[in-house]
């Protein structure tokens, strides 16, 4: 069996700023709705002609370049994305271009928010017998032009952001390197919820036609609300179960990284499993929901920023459209 490190982390946002001031001027909104409902004071968001993978590159490159890890060298690339730049070929395809990258075989994960999470999951699997070495893991989403700038439910809440990470299959009789990895990764699923939190055309249900376009079909549809208490209710149990089949407990987390879609959801996961809101790791007010980006992100900037250490240990969890959930304990 191999243990799964973590040997690099990066990110990338786009430079564009949207203010909450911005929404004040197209939907009846204010800034001080966003903030006290949402924790979500400024996002960023894509320059006209970007795509998924013109974010996830630089992320990936920057990770590679943390971990000192050439291109080349990757066995694996999975990109947790539900905004491709193209419905095929698939996004992990194009980054691999790229990067030229091509000993690895690349591929995406569609599990909304917590794809990151779940790409975590899946190359887990892969490198756990050791036959994948070197794996990057993508968290990546362009929201901005899935969301309907006429409901202001919705159109407030997301941004566009990519991160990553560059992981190691290290045999667990190796005694020295890097601290303890990717301790464990539990995901779930219930599509019976599908319809509380969706994007209904441009896939094969509702093809691309000026009809699609007319009944706004193209846009994330939410009732926000319902997703919010089933949010903390998920979140919460993965995070518990992470730590209990690891045997520890939450006093033992040194940073805690929430999936960053609302404030409150963050504050009311943190309560219920006992973390003090100081060893939170907080990006919702200068993002927004960025979708499978929070995490990687969140990791990547604590890791630069020197709050997150080596040892140190890291737990995550998320959860988003399908439903689909998860968590992740790391020591990083
Ligand atoms: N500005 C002003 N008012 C707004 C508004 C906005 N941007 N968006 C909604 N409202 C209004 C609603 O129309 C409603 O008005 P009404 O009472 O007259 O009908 C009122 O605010 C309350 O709406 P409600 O949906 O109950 O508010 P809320 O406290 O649940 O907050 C969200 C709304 C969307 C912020 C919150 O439900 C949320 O964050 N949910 C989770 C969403 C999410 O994270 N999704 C992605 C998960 S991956």
């Avoid at 786009?14 to 996002?43: C, L, Q």
């Avoid at 794996?135 to 952001?161: K, M, P, Q, Y």
């Avoid at 539990?186 to 994007?199: C, D, K, P, Q, T």
Wanted: hydrophobic residues 45%.
């Amino acid at each position: 069996m191999h243990r799964v490190v973590f040997k690099g982390t990066g990110s990338y946002l786009p430079e564009r700023v949207v203010p909450n001031s911005y929404f004040e001027t197209i939907v009846e909104t204010t800034d001080e709705w966003i903030t006290t409902r949402t924790g979500i004071k400024e996002r960023r968001m894509i320059a006209s002609g970007q795509a998924m993978s013109d974010l996830a590159t630089p992320a990936a490159q920057r990770a590679l370049e943390a971990a000192g890890v050439p291109p080349e060298e990757l066995d694996l690339i999975i990109i947790g994305t539900s905004t491709g730049d193209m419905l095929s070929p698939s996004t992990g395809c194009l980054v691999q271009n790229n990067l030229g990258a091509f000993k690895a075989v690349a591929f995406d994960v569609n599990a909304a928010c917590p794809g990151f999470i779940y790409g975590l999951a899946v190359a887990r699997k892969f490198m756990q017998d050791g036959s994948h070495r070197l794996a990057l893991v993508v968290g990546g989403e362009i929201v901005s032009n899935r969301i309907d700038f006429e409901d202001r439910a919705t159109c407030v809440l997301f941004g566009d952001g990519a991160g990553a990470a560059v992981l190691e299959a290290v045999p667990e009789s190796e005694p020295v390197g890097l601290p303890g990895g990717l301790l464990s990764a539990h995901i779930r699923s219930n599509g019976a919820l599908w319809e509380l939190l969706y994007v209904p055309g441009g896939g094969s249900r509702h093809p691309p036609t000026h009809e699609m376009i007319d009944r706004r079909l193209q846009f994330v549809k939410m009732q926000g609300n319902e997703v919010f208490k089933h949010a903390v209710r998920a979140m919460t149990e993965s995070a518990e179960q992470a730590l209990a089949s690891n045997g520890l407990t939450s006093a033992d987390v040194d940073w805690f990284i929430p999936h960053q879609a609302n404030m409150r959801i963050m504050e009311a996961v943190a309560k219920k499993l006992d973390i003090p809101m100081e060893k939170v790791v907080i990006t919702v007010h200068k993002y927004g929901n960025n979708s499978a980006a929070t995490i990687p992100i969140a990791l990547d900037e604590a890791v630069r920023e020197g709050r997150v250490k080596r040892g140190d240990l890291v737990l995550c969890c998320s959860f988003g459209a399908g439903f689909v959930w998860g968590s992740a304990l790391l020591r990083y």
